[in-house]
């Protein structure tokens, strides 16, 4: 049973900042670090409510702040099949984040017991992990102390990429049932991922060598972990910005969502024509990919390239299996580029669904596929197979050896795929699986189509609250008037599209532009950002 006493103990040594508030957002809680040990300390004992309520299933905590600067570290709750926090329980979570005294602290906790039929005297259990920030060890003692003061059952699992405290979580749950996700290690993981690699490469020749820039973070061991567990004749892995260690450097000039902004090579990469690059964010669960021209052109081939390349090869084996009753979606939000989404539609034939910014919404519209692709433009995503899909690809035989061969691959493609989460290490590896089964070159896959330039823009205004959206976020309902102007602005360009939101991890508003040339598609970025500001 839980014992107040001891928690209003211990939260004495976790007290909240004055005159600040908390908002469990899009990417949970997130600033800089210094401002975060009463936050983590009680999450820490909203994890052991949520497994209470759960009947003791084990739930994940994440402390890790991505791409974010290296002063800045976050936290995030990871429910038992390895998704994102129930959306309902996110209020708690901001609740009690703002609970100024030790006594509101337990008002809320009773609050959300009452609420949820929590039985308190169930056991609780909590598996964590840090990505390499230098303030991560100090905040995870906070977090210890929020665990410790409701006698959870805790798992420590160490320095992790985010997508693997992901598997864990659903590794613990499932562990001895049908649905048994894998062994729930560090090693189990990259067995399962290694194999399955394996298996959809045999027989095809090796690719020329991948540089991957691990952006100094929690990529770079787990990566050289990875390709030694997958071995030198399948995959040729050459790391750099893989120094983790040094204060400073994490996402500094690199990293996926450096290269994707900034469109251009992140800081020490020197690549040629005809060589193969990808960058990872701080917790490796983002990618893209990238190269440059004959001419010296750099070419960025990001989580649309990826949704292309995965849904295309998916289709064609589901085809050759004679799968037909499989049906392939992909899931996209406003900033995919145009050309993504006309390829998809109008080359490929699939479904294609747009929903909010955020993992929740691509994730959740997903799982109404068979087979649901979903990427982010900035290279977060993933493919989740159904239960059915599953079952029948797991049970299924093929009446010829073509079949046959493409049923095994799909098999092992869903090893191969982290389905909790997008994951850069396994995203790497279906990348790198479909352009070995391809025997296709980083330029041969871009010519599937050509991205229309695009511009993302920041735009900093005193209350971004105010900025309402409808349509997947792809228009303005408020302030009134607003969304008329833009639509008076868009027409004025050829392929024009643009639209504003808010952005739900940082106190700005973004612009997105995009248009039939270079030129045009910054002139509108930079008027429809007038128009904002
Ligand atoms: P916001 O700040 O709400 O735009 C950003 C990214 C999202 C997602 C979240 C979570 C863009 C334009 N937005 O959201 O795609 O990754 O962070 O980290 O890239
Ligand atoms: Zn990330």
Not at 219 to 246: C, S
Not at 451 to 467: A, G, T
Request: aromatic content about 8%; hydrophobic content about 35%; overall charge negative.
């Amino acid at each position: 049973s839980i014992n107040y006493d001891q928690i209003k103990a211990a939260a004495v040594y976790h007290p909240k900042p004055q005159n600040i508030k908390y908002t469990y957002g899009t990417a949970g809680f997130r600033m800089k670090a210094d401002l975060l040990d009463s936050v983590i300390f009680r999450v820490g004992i909203l994890g052991v409510l949520r497994s209470k309520k759960l009947d003791s299933k084990t739930i994940g905590i994440m402390i890790t702040a991505s791409h974010n600067p290296e002063q800045d570290n976050g936290v995030k709750l990871v429910d038992p099949y390895g998704e994102m926090l129930e959306q309902s329980w996110e209020d708690y979570a901001t609740l009690l984040a703002n609970a100024q005294t030790e006594d509101d602290l337990v008002d809320v906790i009773k609050q959300i017991i009452s609420k949820n039929d929590i039985d308190e005297s169930k056991p609780a259990s909590v598996v964590y992990a840090r990505d390499t920030r230098p303030s991560g060890p100090a905040l995870v003692s906070a977090l210890v102390d929020g665990l410790k003061a409701l006698n959870a059952k805790i798992i420590d699992f160490g320095i992790k990429t985010t997508p693997q405290l992901h598997y864990v979580t659903r590794c613990y749950n499932t562990q001895g049932t049908m649905d048994s996700y894998g062994e729930p290690t560090e090693e189990g993981y990259y067995k399962k991922l290694a194999i399955a690699f394996r298996k959809i490469v045999v027989g095809k020749p090796r690719l020329s060598p991948i540089y991957i820039d691990a952006a100094n973070g929690v990529g770079a061991p787990k990566m050289r972990e990875l390709a030694k567990h997958i071995g030198n004749d399948n995959l040729e892995v050459i790391l750099i910005n893989d120094d983790y260690t040094t204060q400073g450097k994490l996402n500094y000039q690199c990293g996926a969502d450096f290269v994707k902004t900034g469109q251009k090579l992140p800081f020490g990469c020197s690549i040629k024509y005809q060589d193969r690059a990808a960058s990872f964010d701080g917790d490796a669960d983002r990618i893209v990919y990238y190269y440059v021209d004959e001419d010296g052109t750099f070419r960025l081939l990001d989580g649309d390239k990826i949704a292309g390349l995965a849904g295309g090869f998916i289709i064609d084996l589901v085809k050759t299996a004679g799968l037909e009753g499989i049906n392939v979606g992909v899931v996209q939000t406003a900033y995919a580029n145009g050309s993504s989404t006309t390829y998809l539609e109008k080359v490929l034939n699939v479904p294609v669904s747009c929903v909010p910014t955020g993992v929740k919404h691509l994730h959740h519209e997903a799982e109404k596929y068979d087979v649901g692709v979903y990427f982010e433009a900035n290279g977060h995503g993933t493919v989740l197979f159904s239960q059915k899909a599953l079952k029948t690809i797991q049970s299924v035989k093929g009446q010829t050896a073509e079949q046959e061969n493409a049923i095994e691959k799909l098999r092992a493609l869903t090893d191969l795929i982290n389905q909790t989460v997008g994951d850069a290490l396994s995203d790497l590896l279906l990348v790198e699986a479909i352009l070995t089964n391809r025997q296709w070159t980083l330029k041969q896959w871009d010519q599937a189509y050509s991205d229309l330039p695009n511009r993302l823009v920041k735009v900093v205004v005193e209350n971004r609250h105010i900025f309402k959206t409808t349509d997947a976020e792809r228009k303005l309902v408020e302030p009134a008037g607003l969304q008329e102007q833009i639509n008076k602005l868009v027409s004025e360009y050829k392929d024009g599209r643009s639209f504003v939101r808010p952005s739900g991890t940082e106190d700005v508003v973004r612009v997105y532009a995009e248009a039939a040339t270079r030129e045009e598609c910054d002139k509108l970025a930079y008027k429809v950002a007038g128009l904002v500001y």
